[in-house]
T-cell receptor
């Protein structure tokens, strides 16, 4: 079965650089979520999209932006990177009407290291 | 706001039963879920409780009591592969909010 695809798997950037993370949800999943997980921490909700429109927003820094495209893939853009942005970034998808009962499907994540 | 409390670590023996508790404070939510995450891996959905009571899925069961603001995950016939972190998570608005996670150590 198709899973949530994230790219790249690993990314190393220098401070003040920009990074773009990509997410390809499971086909027919209309909702995409982005989470950030620091070492030893719980996943923190960043932002979600339903049918290409932003549906909810969490603790996402102003330096970050995201969007969902017509093919439902999503991109998380991160600018002016800081050392504290180093984390695992997960994308998850679900069908909106079944997401609670059957859970979100998470991608393998992008490990971002800022040096 | 909302917060979820779980023990940071739990240790159990292979073949035994272990219960991971979760208490929460929130002004409203749809339901309580549990996710498993192995080191370096992605969170994986285990169970969902929308209503009070017990939900069973194979070796895993989850319980919710809204009146007590409490839930738990019960793992039976523990296997070494169950060594992982377990997160309780609230569905609120259009997202899930994770607890801090419980690291389960399994001894042979």
């Amino acid at each position: 079965a198709a899973g949530v695809i994230q790219s790249p798997r690993h990314l190393i950037k220098e401070k003040r650089e920009t990074a773009t993370l990509k997410c390809y949800p499971i086909p027919r999943h209309d909702t995409v979520y982005w989470y950030q997980q620091g070492p030893g921490q719980d996943p923190q909700f960043l932002i979600s999209f339903y049918e290409k429109m932003q549906s909810d927003k969490g603790s996402i820094p102003d330096r970050f932006s995201a969007q969902q495209f017509s093919d439902y893939h999503s991109e998380l853009n991160m600018s002016s990177l800081e050392l504290g942005d180093s984390a695992l970034y997960f994308c998850a998808s679900s069908p909106r009407d079944r997401g609670r009962r059957y859970g979100y499907t998470f991608g393998s994540g992008t490990r971002l290291t800022v040096v | 706001g909302q917060s979820l409390e779980q023990p940071s670590e739990v240790t159990a023996v292979e073949g035994a039963i272990v219960q991971i508790n979760c208490t929460y404070q929130t002004s409203g939510f749809y339901g309580l879920s549990w996710y498993q995450q192995h080191d370096g891996g992605a969170p994986t959905f285990l169970s969902y409780n929308a209503l009070d009571g017990l939900e069973e899925t194979g070796r895993f069961s989850s319980f919710l009591s809204r009146s007590d603001s409490y839930g738990y995950l019960l793992l039976q016939e523990l296997q070494m592969k169950d060594s992982a972190s377990y997160f309780c998570a609230l569905y609120r608005d259009d997202k899930i909010i994770f607890g801090k996670g419980t690291r389960l150590h399994i001894l042979p």
